[in-house]
């Protein structure tokens, strides 16, 4: 899959998850959250950059009115570990006092970035939160805490595609894969 928006690596691709795969997935995780929230009033944030994709097609697959927002921070920069330190570079503009929150991420392994989105959204007084990821990596977990919703569990492997990025570069990919 050499070409078009890829950087230039020796290392061949090995996929993880087909793009049948996370589509199969993706209406399954829509249909549990619609269940779960069907007489709620739900907020999807977004953690950008990496989960735009993912919460595009989840949102679709859900039959439930949702409110959509998004965050960004940072913690990786152009690194494959987190830094450990999470910045907020931009906030919610909704106002998500009393209401059901759902956040949504592409990964979650150290958990560091989502610990510090908690604790962020919590100040602003919401009914609930709870966690999406496409991707868990447990094995990686520096803190307490896991995701309420996860598509897929997987080992101790870089990652990129379906909006993982490596640098600036794969999020168009889409298809997860790993450098082998």
């Known amino acids: 899959m050499k070409g078009e928006n890829r ?14 795969d996370i589509n199969s997935r993706v ?24 989960s735009f994709i993912f919460t595009a097609d989840l949102v679709r697959k859900m039959t439930i009115p949702v ?4 965050m960004t921070t940072s913690s990786y920069g152009h690194d494959e570990i987190s830094t450990g330190n999470v910045n907020i570079i931009h906030d919610i503009r909704s106002d998500i006092k009393d209401k059901d929150v759902l956040i949504v991420d592409d990964i979650m392994d150290s958990g560091y970035t989502m610990k510090r989105v908690v604790e962020y959204l919590k100040s602003k007084k ?25 598509g897929f569990t997987i080992p101790d492997v870089f990652i990129v595609g379906y909006g993982l990025n490596y640098g600036d570069y794969y999020r168009n990919i889409p298809h997860i894969f790993t450098f082998d």
């Open 67 to 70: 409110e959509i927002d998004f």
């Open 7 to 20: 950087v230039e690596s020796n290392k061949s691709e090995r996929t993880l998850f087909s793009i049948e």
């Open 126 to 150: 919401p009914n609930s939160i709870k966690i999406c990821v496409m991707l868990d990596k447990p094995s990686r977990r520096k803190v307490d805490l896991s995701p309420d919703y996860v």
């Open 27 to 50: 209406k399954e995780l829509g249909g549990l959250i619609s269940k779960d929230y069907k007489d709620n009033n739900l907020v999807v944030v977004s953690l950008l950059r990496g």
